[in-house]
């Protein structure tokens, strides 16, 4: 499925806090995980994603550590309570969005 | 494009050396991942290293990003450009190029000149800072076409100042010492100041005081602060906007 990139740009912020608010994960983690829980809609570029989240632990938003896996050295990162409060305002701005968006075009597509 | 090469091009911006290597290698454990990723669907191990670097995305672009994120705390090119334009004019002033010897006699007017121009520096590198501009915005601003006007900035004015004011090469080594001390310190107290703006209202969200497109106030906290509305956007008033960074002293909103 071809996805508009704007639209998906502009709410990544959200769905990268989403995804950490359930768990601690290290980068390539997020990307797998958006595009399996997304059925490969949100294809993240690594290249998008790592200043994004360097931007948010400066932002307070996040922090990191590292932790071995499977001999492996990752980095972690982790949700803080500005992120969650962030988190929490994204969500709501982009509910009342869509919802208004629904109201305009119709719901599901199987009702129209 | 190699990993190695990528990693080079994507991390070169950074100017810290330690956080350079630490993205170095987050990045190169992703290029790591995904070339896994690629094998585990049969493609051969060049070709599963090339998709691999090819998904990470455009390297110069990263670099860009990594580099805003990233801001070097002490300027260098300041730095530099100071103690360069200072060697030079103080230079062509010692060697009794600028003025004929012998230099304390005949300096008296150059040095009120010097003076001038040192105060002018420390206010106009206030002002840069303050509004956050590009090391060469003259030039970037199109004042290049003036010729040399293009160069002014703080550290230019602070370096002829220097220049035109020191007697001895002891003078000119310590002047430049101690103004670019001195100036490095006001402009991380005017960056501690804005961050520390930043940190305060950044994700906070305020009331619009008024309507208007571009630049307004809101009501947050409690205060009233002037805001910048995103490119394309309007505020209309009584309405709720929230702050996404700030530019020179200026906070940034846009719509909910």
């Known amino acids: 499925m071809a996805t508009d990139a704007s639209l998906f740009s502009g ?78 305002t994204k969500q709501k701005v982009w509910r009342e969005y869509s919802e208004a968006v629904v109201d305009i075009i119709g719901g599901a597509p199987n009702e129209a | 494009m190699k990993p190695d090469d990528f990693l080079k091009k994507a991390t070169k911006p950074i100017y810290n050396g330690q956080v350079r290597s630490e993205v170095k290698e987050e990045l190169r454990d992703c290029i790591e991942d ?18 691999a670097v090819r998904q990470m995305g455009d390297a110069g672009e990263i670099g860009l990003q990594f580099h805003n994120v990233y801001r070097p705390k002490i300027e260098w090119l300041e730095v530099i450009w100071i103690l360069g334009w200072a ?75 220097i220049g035109l004011w020191v007697r001895t090469f002891q003078q000119l080594v310590s002047l430049i010492v101690i103004v670019n001390i001195v100036l490095q310190f006001q402009r991380l107290s005017i960056s501690r100041l804005r961050e520390r703006k930043e940190q305060k209202y950044l994700w906070e969200i305020g009331v619009a005081e008024g309507d208007f ?22 505020a209309k008033k009584g309405e709720p906007l929230i702050i996404t960074g700030i530019d020179g002293f200026v906070l940034l909103s846009e719509n909910l």
């Open chain 1, 11 to 88: 709410s990544m912020t959200m769905l990268v806090l989403k995804l950490l608010e359930e768990k601690d994960m290290y980068g390539y983690e997020m990307i797998d995980t958006l595009c399996r829980k997304s059925n490969n809609v949100f294809e993240m570029k690594a290249g998008t994603l790592y200043p994004l989240l360097h931007t948010l632990v400066k932002q307070k938003c996040l922090e990191s550590y590292e932790k071995e896996v499977n001999g492996k050295t990752r980095k972690y990162y982790r949700l803080t309570a500005v992120g969650k409060k962030l988190l929490e």
């Open chain 2, 34 to 51: 995904l070339t896994e990723e690629f094998l585990s669907r049969g493609l051969t191990p060049e070709e599963a290293e090339e998709r």
């Open chain 2, 87 to 161: 060697a030079l004019i103080g230079g062509l002033k010692l060697s009794g190029i600028l003025i004929s010897p012998p230099i304390s006699e005949s300096d008296t007017g150059l040095r009120f000149v010097g003076i001038l121009f040192l105060i002018v520096a420390f206010c106009d590198s206030a002002v840069e800072k303050y509004m956050d501009l590009p090391f060469l915005y003259a030039w970037a601003e199109n004042w290049g076409g003036a010729g040399l006007g293009g160069l002014a900035n703080a550290s230019l004015f602070a370096a002829i100042g």
């Open chain 2, 213 to 234: 497109d571009y630049q307004g106030k809101i009501k947050i906290d409690g205060d009233i602060k002037k805001v910048r509305m995103k490119r394309g956007q309007t």
